[in-house]
């Protein structure tokens, strides 16, 4: 059996509104992107505080052992 290779074509209507959403899509998937780099920096820096904040707290509890009242 001889297998016939046939070509398909779809006609698409309206190709400019389709390229304008897809190009849409893009753009809100870099605005989101950007936002988790932007909410990823943010948490660093908070951590890095508490962090310090803590830090701060232990050497005070430390000082703080060997007064005597």
Same mark, same amino acid.
């Given at each position: ?10 006609? /698409?209507?309206?190709?400019?509104? &389709? &390229?304008? /959403? ?5 753009? /809100? ?5 950007q936002s988790f780099r932007t909410y990823e920096s943010l948490n ?26």
């Open positions: 059996m001889i297998e016939k290779k046939r070509e398909i074509f779809i006609k /698409l209507q309206n190709i400019a509104q &389709v &390229v304008s /959403l897809l190009e849409e899509i893009k753009e /809100l998937e870099e605005k989101t992107k660093t820096q908070e951590n890095r505080i508490y962090e310090n904040w803590s830090t701060y707290l232990e050497d005070i509890e430390q000082k703080l052992d060997h007064i005597t009242l």
